[in-house]
């Protein structure tokens, strides 16, 4: 998944609508935004990536409170401290 953005990665964007959009379109999608949230949290102690689990997360609660995504720079940001901190985050 090199390349990819960890919320948006390219499989997601291989149709001509993307799942997020008729998320946006169909569902409550605050609701559905927030239930993520509590997804990866949940998971995020036994997925082999709680920094990943947990970025998004934190995206997912961005968007809830902004109807945007975070942006870009600050996730890759976020794991590359997470690296430098001598971990994956799997902890």
């Not at 961005?62 to 690296?83: F, H, I, S």
Request: with cysteine.
């Amino acid at each position: 998944m090199a390349g990819t953005k960890p919320i948006n990665p390219d499989h997601y964007r291989e149709r001509s609508i993307e799942p997020i959009h008729v998320i946006d379109a169909w569902l409550q999608s605050e609701d559905f935004m927030l239930g993520s949230i509590v997804k990866y949290v949940a998971r995020c102690k036994h997925s082999g990536s709680k920094q990943d689990d947990l970025l998004k997360a934190a995206n997912y609660a961005y968007r809830a409170a902004t109807g945007d995504w975070l942006p870009e720079e600050v996730l890759n940001n976020a794991k590359a401290r997470g690296k430098r901190s001598g971990g994956d985050g799997a902890g």
